[in-house]
């Protein structure tokens, strides 16, 4: 673990989908707050989002195995494994520059230890505004 001046602590986590074809590790702020989203597609799937900035991502296996879901504004690039169908990681459309993992999906990832937040993602464009405040 590593702490830096914005009081982050950063951790290297493992993840990945069901059937273990896609594996990534990630140097994930912990001190974060998880999103639970209510958006048509967050809902369905469980989706709990951690994020992570693209540099600090490594898929380390399963890049041939990943599907491409989109709709909407197409903004978001949503992933899943073709093999188990499991969403473990994707671009979200509010993080442009993150990766937002499912913590769901992480191996070494204490639940305990983090809050959840919710995220109006029904009313994408006022919850993501207020996100972005202070
Ligand atoms: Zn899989």
């Known amino acids: 673990m590593t702490e830096n001046s914005k009081n982050q602590v950063k951790k290297l986590l493992h993840g990945g989908c069901h ?8 140097l994930v702020d ?6 639970q989203c209510n958006c048509s597609i967050c809902s369905m799937t469980g989706f709990i989002h951690l994020f992570v900035p693209h540099q600090d991502f490594q898929l380390q296996q399963g890049l041939d195995q ?6 909407n504004t197409a903004q978001a690039n949503h ?3 073709s093999v188990c169908g499991v969403k473990s990681f994707y671009q979200p459309r509010s993080h ?6 499912n913590a769901h999906c992480l191996k070494n990832f204490d639940f305990n230890m983090a809050v959840i937040k919710t995220f109006d993602g029904q009313n994408w464009e006022q919850a993501q505004a207020e996100m972005d405040q202070p």
């Open 96 to 101: 442009p520059k993150s990766w937002s993992i």
């Open 66 to 71: 990943l599907t491409s879901y989109q709709f």
């Open 30 to 35: 912990i001190t974060q707050p998880l999103l």
């Open 79 to 81: 992933l899943f494994c």
């Open 19 to 26: 059937c273990g074809a896609i594996q990534f590790e990630a």
